[in-house]
């Protein structure tokens, strides 16, 4: 039941979810309601209006997903306008992708029929929920690349996007990626770190990486290294209060390397220092160190 306290000019707090099946929508709605968001999956559109027509106890997490029978793009898209465009509310549309490939995997292991499949194979349904969902990817304010995510990767990620509001601040996420696996989904700023001197053909170098001191000092003992960075950490503290005035809720960072182990990392961990140092709150993510540490795991495991 509704509590009928709440100033009704008040600001309600909406996100909405959605994305491929298997790319993660529970494991993200679940984050949510972890952080205290009210989480409801699988909600039929022509329902959410009725939904938030009264002002909300709390923040509201809903999954609108083609498993739901009255779903439709089109639908979907025009509540997206409708509750944007609303002075009542502070919206996001998340949309959690991953590529086919990782998906058919994520099928495969658990033998799961694909809702939208019409002959029992993943890849149909899989193709063609990529298709239809196109439209609504394009126009997703949050884009989350989950294929080379666990779920806890996945929930981090989720709390350090949403676990504090717009009002706190701006938050930074700043990430490391291997240029071979390309640039991650959602990025604002890249910054490409393949020209500097490259550790991997270093061979007591090669096996760490640049959080270690030594890889670090390496990288850093580069005569290009120290005009790169101060130019790259003065562009950033210039457009962060920027953006935040604007309101922007998260500005996302990436650097890039050939292998995503040394060179990115390195520099992605010397500037998240740097602007935490400054006063801005920052997350910061290694996926290609994820991804080794990862398989590290199951192959302990099998």
């Not at 349904?125 to 294929?147: F, Y």
């Not at 990115?264 to 290609?288: C, D, F």
Request: glycine share 8%.
């Amino acid at each position: 039941m509704r509590t009928q306290m709440k100033d009704p000019d008040a600001v309600d707090r909406l996100v909405l979810l959605t994305g491929p099946s298997g790319a993660g929508r529970s494991t993200a709605l679940k984050a949510l309601e972890d952080l205290g968001f009210e989480a409801i999956d699988n909600m039929p559109i022509t329902l959410v209006s009725r939904l938030i027509s009264q002002p909300l106890d709390r923040p509201l997490a809903l999954v609108l997903d083609p498993r739901n029978r009255d779903f439709s793009v089109n639908g979907l898209l025009a509540l997206v306008e409708e509750m944007a465009s609303s002075p009542r509310f502070e919206f996001d549309l998340v949309y959690l992708d991953c590529p086919v490939r990782d998906l058919i995997q994520r099928y495969s292991e658990t033998r799961r029929s694909h809702p939208l499949s019409q002959n029992g194979t993943p890849r149909e349904g899989i193709e063609l929920e990529a298709r239809l969902l196109q439209p609504v990817r394009l126009r997703a304010d949050v884009l989350i690349e989950t294929g080379s995510m666990t779920p806890h990767d996945l929930r981090a990620h989720i709390r350090s996007l949403f676990g504090v509001s717009r009002e706190d601040g701006l938050r930074v996420h700043v990430e490391s990626f291997s240029y071979k696996r390309g640039i991650p989904a959602g990025v604002d700023l890249v910054f490409d770190c393949r020209f500097l001197n490259n550790p991997h053909w270093q061979p007591d170098l090669r096996a760490g990486d640049g959080r270690d001191q030594n890889v670090a000092d390496f990288i850093l003992a580069d005569t290009r290294f120290a005009g790169f960075f101060d130019r790259v950490h003065d562009l950033v503290a210039s457009l962060l209060p920027e953006y935040a005035q604007e309101g922007k809720a998260q500005l996302s960072i990436g650097f890039g390397c050939t292998g995503g182990q040394h060179r990115s990392v390195a520099t992605a961990e010397k500037l998240s220092n740097a602007l935490a140092q400054g006063g801005w709150r920052v997350s910061k993510r290694h996926r290609e160190l994820e991804r080794i540490a990862a398989r590290v795991a199951a192959e302990k495991n099998e």
